[in-house]
């Protein structure tokens, strides 16, 4: 096994993990779906997987088909927006975000969860873990 060296990760500054962040969560409440399509490329690698329950998306055809249905049920369909909350944090490559997801003007969390993603050494995610956590009060 070959042990990977500091060229090999990348490091992002606070002002590119709060982008990338922000990018990640933005996606999920595009509207347009070419816009959706490339913003899905400029943030993940080709092959790139997300992981979520028991959902598996690997590549840009599942990717877009993750998110779009997402999108449908949760921004279109029920009118939700997510959003970032807080400050991502870095270790080597890994990024670890917390989002969250409300209805535009109420202060009542519908969602919340956390994303852990795995950073290709181009900045884009290569694999990403969504985890959707007990909503806090309720």
């Not at 990977?4 to 590119?16: A, C, K, S």
Request: charged content about 25%.
């Amino acid at each position: 096994a070959r042990r990977m060296g500091r060229m090999d990760t990348i490091t992002l500054t606070p002002e590119q993990r709060l982008d990338l962040a922000q990018r990640y969560v933005e996606v999920w409440n595009e509207t347009d779906a070419q816009q959706r399509r490339a913003r899905i490329r400029a943030l993940w690698q080709p092959e790139g997987v997300h992981y979520v329950r028991t959902l598996v998306a690997q590549g840009y055809e599942a990717l877009e088909q993750r998110v779009e249905s997402s999108h449908d049920k949760n921004v279109r369909q029920n009118g939700y927006r997510f959003r970032l909350s807080g400050e991502p944090q870095q270790l080597q490559d890994a990024l670890l975000m917390h989002w969250d997801m409300v209805q535009p003007g109420s202060k009542t969390l519908e969602a919340y969860g956390l994303v852990f993603m795995k950073l290709a050494p181009d900045g884009r995610i290569a694999t990403d873990y969504q985890f959707v956590l007990p909503t806090p009060g309720g």
